[in-house]
């Protein structure tokens, strides 16, 4: 436990959603059950193990003593525990002050609605900023970004979407078999101000090649799947029958983002796969993950890999 309440005794006041201390990395003994997160201005301490009220009164009280050293005198703390136990039971306690409603946050100038108290899956994944990074870079770099079509499998609150379409993207289409999280991933696009050019497709996403065609072919594709979800998603059979669609739907020089989140699957798992069932696509690298998710062993954390398909060659000098 000493490792976390070091961690917020060195907290800087967090203005962008964040992670502030990562236990499940490993790299922490004692700690391995607990993660703290900023989703500005509420704090959330998670365990995935049960504690005991004593510990969370020492917690509470570092927490207090620290937001009395770094915050504004007109901000009070704001923070909440849940306990997520191995049989799926999420619950939630507000510990001090008063969840925002709405509540909004910030990452990297992007906005986006949140709802902590709703179960486990807060509305943004902290884990997967590098991702985020790297597709606003990628329709930056590009030389006409406006005409950049992004696919986006999975999307969740369309948080990909909202990044690609601010740094210029033209069109992005987010599909994603919960019309719940779609409404939201609308509602993050209206908080930005970039609906115009996305559009959102409530379908299973193996039923709907035709649609997915013929809006194509994409510029970039992002594949963000769960890695395990019954009647949706199981990586270990159903990730090689996205892979097989990949190539068809990208331009010469577009680019694919394959993202894992699977403990037991490694690096190995979607490399041979793509090795075997899309060999054309060319392995362009792995991104690093934020610093502070550190894994005691890489293969275990989030797995983000690009890959490219080839340009058209090019005529030899003097072809027809």
């Known amino acids: 436990m ?27 003994p ?41 915050a504004p005198a007109d901000q009070p703390l704001i923070w909440a525990f849940q306990s997520r136990e191995s049989g799926g039971k999420v619950e939630t306690r507000v510990m001090a002050g008063e969840l925002p409603d709405p509540h909004v946050v910030t990452e990297s100038g992007a906005r986006y609605l949140i709802n902590i108290a709703r179960g486990q899956n807060h509305g943004l994944f902290l884990d997967m900023a590098a991702g985020r990074d790297w597709v606003r870079q990628q329709v930056q770099n590009h030389p ?67 649609k997915i065609g013929r809006g194509g072919p994409y510029d970039l594709i992002i594949v963000d799947p769960p890695s395990y979800q019954k009647g949706s998603f199981v990586a270990t059979k159903d990730y090689a029958r996205l892979m097989r669609r990949l190539s068809d739907l990208l331009v010469p020089g577009g680019q694919v983002l394959l993202c894992l989140n699977a403990p037991e699957l490694g690096t190995a798992f979607l490399r041979e796969q793509m090795a075997e069932i899309a060999p054309e696509l060319q392995f362009i690298e792995r991104l690093a993950n934020p610093p502070v998710f550190a894994d005691v062993d890489e293969e275990r954390s989030l797995k983000v890999l690009v890959y490219r398909e080839p340009e058209l060659a090019q005529p030899a000098d003097g072809a027809a």
């Not at 000493?2 to 922490?28: E, K, N, T, V």
Request: net charge neutral.
């Open 2 to 28: 000493q490792a976390l309440l070091d961690a917020i005794a060195q907290m800087p006041y967090p203005s962008d959603a964040q992670r502030i201390f990562h236990g499940r990395g490993g790299r922490h």
């Open 30 to 70: 004692g700690c391995e059950q607990i993660v703290l997160d900023a989703f500005p201005p509420a704090l959330v301490l998670t365990s995935f193990a049960p504690l005991a009220e004593e510990q969370l009164s020492h917690i509470g009280q570092a927490l207090a003593l620290r937001w009395q050293q770094i």
């Open 144 to 210: 006409r970004p406006e005409r950049m079509k992004v696919l986006n499998l999975f999307a969740y609150t369309c948080a990909f979407s909202v990044v690609a379409k601010l740094a210029g993207a033209g069109q992005v289409l987010n599909m994603d078999m919960s019309k719940g999280a779609l409404a939201t991933g609308q509602h993050n696009h209206q908080l930005n101000g970039v609906k115009a050019g996305a559009s959102f497709a409530a379908h299973d996403i193996f039923s709907s090649w035709g």
